[in-house]
């Protein structure tokens, strides 16, 4: 048996409905530890829960927007890149279209400067234009009345030969 001079003797146990214990009194609800202070002490703690969210609202905040920031950066970056690609292919295309109307232009002269053409003469200069600018799918020459005379190159096109361009400027 225990003597009442023991140590284990002077070791007491809390009851159950002491608010010592840990619990709400009853011995239910929620588990409050007993060195949780009490009274003014409590209030500090529920002042830092107040400010340790406001803390994480900020910082939240001030996350979205830094991403909003970004995403106009990024949104302002991919303008100028789009408008420098644009100008890039409409300078490339400006001079493809200069290409062709030189070429085009070579043929006017090559016509006005001779006072009869002949068909070999005109297919000659015709695969000279096309190798100058290989976009262009056919070349022909239009007599006064309107009718195809010659057309280059001969193959897939001899069907044109003939051809009435006022009737049918659609088709053509």
């Known amino acids: 048996m225990r003597s009442a001079t023991s140590p284990e003797a002077l070791i007491t ?10 619990f709400a009194p009853g011995g239910v609800g929620t ?26 609202a900020a910082c939240v905040v001030g ?18 890149d789009t408008r420098i690609v644009a100008e890039q292919a409409s300078g490339r295309m400006w001079s493809v279209l200069e290409r062709n109307r030189v070429a085009l232009q070579q043929m006017v002269n090559f016509y006005q ?8 003469e005109f297919h000659s ?12 799918f056919r070349i022909s020459t239009v007599d006064p009345t309107w009718h195809i005379q010659w057309v280059h190159p001969r193959e897939d096109n001899e069907s044109l030969l003939g051809f009435n361009v006022r009737k049918h400027r659609r088709e053509f």
């Not at 400067?113 to 070999?120: F, K, Q, T």
């Not at 200069?125 to 262009?136: C, I, M, Q, V």
Request: hydrophobic share 35%.
């Open 113 to 120: 400067n001779s006072e009869r053409v002949s068909e070999e």
């Open 31 to 56: 588990y409050i530890p007993p060195s949780l202070p009490r009274g003014k002490s409590l209030a500090r703690w529920y002042k830092a829960i107040f400010f340790g969210a406001l803390a994480t």
């Open 63 to 80: 996350a979205a927007w830094s991403s909003s920031r970004i995403m106009q950066s990024r949104h302002r970056d991919l303008e100028r």
């Open 13 to 22: 146990r809390p009851r159950l409905d002491s608010p010592q214990a840990g």
């Open 125 to 136: 200069f015709a695969k000279g234009t096309e190798r100058l600018t290989p976009l262009l």
